[in-house]
């Protein structure tokens, strides 16, 4: 086998504090897409809260996945964690350009008798199947309920794993078919401070089909 490249920093993943460790998955695993989760309490107050550690796991049902930590410094749990639990019920909402600056305020440590919607006048929606309301200015919104919650490595992380019960889709975005990625305009995390929009798109045939045939233009292989 050949030796590693010149220019290259091996560090063993097995050593490193989680304070490293941290940095270097959300510098290296990017850009990711921004899960502006809904809870609602024991006492009916709602919580609004960005995740970058989420993704959709699976089409039949469809499922999400977010992946919570513990708050750093004391380890406690986190409000929209401890609410998922509560209720097995939560509402994704997809982050734009458009509702940036309010998703990004609500990421801050807000006591957990204060709702971050009422503080920083969030426009809220019913749901139709869970009891936490939507956010009115997302162009996507997702109605999940908790399938399970798997506490991973040392405990520190826990993935929480939705089956979408209901899709909301803005008539902006969605024709009936399909969703226009473009026009949503989502944003993304990266490490540290910064996020992205979707910048150049490129296109390229797709080379096996999807469920559904999404994106699938059959080629002559002969």
Sequence with gaps: MAEAPAGFVCIDGQSLDTDTAYRLVVGCVAP????????????GRVNAAPFS??????????????????RAGDGRTKDTARNILGSREFVVNVATEHNMELMHQSAQEFAPDVSETEVLGIPLLTSRHVRPPRIAISPVQMECRLDQAIVLGCGINTLYIGEVVAFHLSQDVYDGQRVDTARMRPIARLGGPFYAGL?????????????GGEGWEPTNTN
């Design 32 to 43: 990711r897409p921004i899960a502006w989760v809904t809870t609602v309490d024991a006492q």
């Design 53 to 70: 550690s989420y993704n959709y796991v699976a089409t039949s049902p469809p499922m999400l996945a977010i992946n919570i930590a513990a």
């Design 199 to 211: 910048g150049e798109i490129f296109h390229r045939p797709m080379l096996q089909r999807p469920p």
